[in-house]
């Protein structure tokens, strides 16, 4: 089945640790995403990437980094310069024009 | 900037037709969408409308959008237990890479 599969759905981070979040589609989509979901708010873009190896910054993109070095893949690290990480981080995916965007299932990220 | 604003909280009984309410900003928002979000997943596409179009219907979702007033309904019909979540309003610029999300209606189904 085709779809947008976001890896782990838990996780812990230390104090002054980065940590690496997946985002894997095989929708042979063009443009990924990456949104934070904070508890009674919307979502808010992070960076998004538009082709292979080009990315741009979102709205929140301090204390995150990405790469897009395949089209199916599309990595976000959180930072320890991401002083309150604490959030349900949410990948995106759709194909190049103007087709809707499509979501996985989300990873909850939690300091310990 | 642009906004997006919609109220908090639905609650309906099964059976019953449920209206959320959406109201934005952006004069040059060229699609508004509906997405549904169940407890610990991420956002199911609902459905979305284009700009220069007034009503969309899909089969017991009915979304409207009233472009002078910047207001987008959706109207789910016979609303069932199973409808319970969060719908967020979004609205994106013609080319669809930056969604502006409203905060999300919490819709409750009382059986």
């Known amino acids: 089945d085709g779809g947008i599969t976001q890896s782990p759905k838990y996780l812990f981070r230390k104090e002054g640790q980065n940590v690496t979040l997946s985002c894997e589609q095989n929708l042979n989509h063009d443009a990924m995403y990456w949104y934070r979901q904070d508890p009674g708010q919307g979502l808010r873009l992070i960076y998004y990437?538009?082709?292979?190896?080009?990315?741009q910054k979102g709205d929140i993109a301090e204390g995150y980094s990405v790469s897009r070095e395949k089209k199916e893949s599309f990595p976000l690290t959180v930072t320890s310069a991401q002083k309150n990480p604490t959030a349900f981080y949410l990948c995106a995916s759709r194909m190049g024009g103007r087709g809707p965007q499509h979501f996985g299932d989300g990873t909850r990220l939690s300091i310990l | 900037g642009e906004d997006v604003e919609q109220s908090l909280f639905l609650s309906v009984r099964e059976g019953d037709s449920s209206v959320i309410n959406c109201t934005y900003t952006d004069s040059s928002s060229t699609y508004l969408y509906w997405y549904k979000q169940e407890p610990g997943a991420g956002l199911q596409l609902l459905t979305y409308i284009f700009s220069n179009m007034d009503m969309k219907q899909d089969q017991r979702l009915t979304v409207l959008l009233n472009k002078k007033d910047k207001h987008l309904s959706l109207r789910i019909a016979d609303t069932q237990t199973g409808d319970s979540a969060i719908y967020f309003c979004?609205?994106?610029?013609?080319?669809?890479?930056?969604?502006?999300f409203g905060a999300g209606t919490i819709l409750r189904v009382k059986s």
């Open positions: 979004a609205e994106s610029g013609e080319y669809g890479n930056k969604l502006v």
């Open positions: 990437s538009q082709i292979v190896n080009d990315f």
